[in-house]
């Protein structure tokens, strides 16, 4: 499975978009890239998965660029209930089995401040 | 919404006590795992199954055992707990690429 690397942490501002990076060099063909969601003493929760281009959804927008060894989430207008650990992760669409699971890593701290 | 319970939420139990942390899904989901979480650490994968009767260890060495008799149950368990045992247990199920967390459990081991 593909390693990725992604900022510890972030700091923003009410109202402001945050990009948040993620690095994964060794991608493969069949690589999906999904992002996670966590709250303080919250189990972590699906936020966008894409494959390349551009994906949108009513919370956030992933932006894979054609080579795919990277990928930004970017969050429209946060708010301080946007403050969580937000992970990136790479791996075969429906992991599991020989395919691996999906490792959870540090992710990226994002504090929203008012 | 997902239907995925974990109890009890809090646990504060004495060292060398059998404890038995409960995961349930009303969604029929095949995959199942237990993560371990410390605070404001990264979710490590303890154990998993892809079904009735499986079950794997994870990526973390852990003295926790689990079982998976039924699709909807999937129980954890520590024989003997441990001080170190004290931390965050996380459940998830899986439906396609997306995994459902529970609530988690707080354990404390004193």
């Known amino acids: 499975l593909a390693k990725t690397t992604q900022p510890i942490s972030m700091d923003s501002y009410e109202g402001q978009e945050v990009n948040i990076t993620c690095s994964h060099n060794?991608?493969?063909?069949?690589?999906?890239i999904t992002w996670y969601q966590q709250f303080p003493s919250q189990g972590p929760r699906f936020i966008i998965q894409?494959?390349?281009t551009k994906v949108t959804n009513e919370v956030a927008s992933l932006f894979i660029p054609a080579d795919r060894k990277s990928s930004t989430l970017s969050l429209p207008r946060v708010s301080l209930s946007d403050t969580a650990v937000y992970y990136c992760?790479?791996?075969?669409?429906?992991?599991?089995?020989?395919?691996?699971?999906?490792?959870f890593g540090k992710g990226t701290k994002l504090s929203v401040k008012p | 919404e997902a239907d995925i319970y974990q109890t009890p939420r809090y646990l504060v139990i004495g060292t060398g006590k059998k404890i038995t942390l409960e995961c349930s899904q009303t969604?029929?989901?095949?995959?199942m795992y237990w993560y371990q979480q410390d605070p404001g650490m990264e979710l490590h994968l303890i154990h998993y199954?892809?079904?009735?009767?499986?079950?794997e260890k994870g990526d973390l060495s852990s003295e926790s055992t689990v079982s998976r008799i039924r699709t909807e149950h999937f129980p954890l368990t520590l024989e003997s707990a441990r001080p170190s045992h004290t931390s965050q247990y996380l459940c998830a199920s899986k439906r396609g690429y997306e995994q459902y967390f529970g609530p988690g459990t707080r354990l404390t081991v004193t």
């Open positions: 060794n991608i493969a063909t069949n690589d999906y």
């Open positions: 992760l790479v791996g075969p669409r429906d992991y599991g089995g020989s395919q691996g699971n999906l490792i």
């Open positions: 894409g494959y390349k």
């Open positions: 199954s892809y079904g009735v009767n499986s079950t």
């Open positions: 969604m029929g989901h095949d995959k």
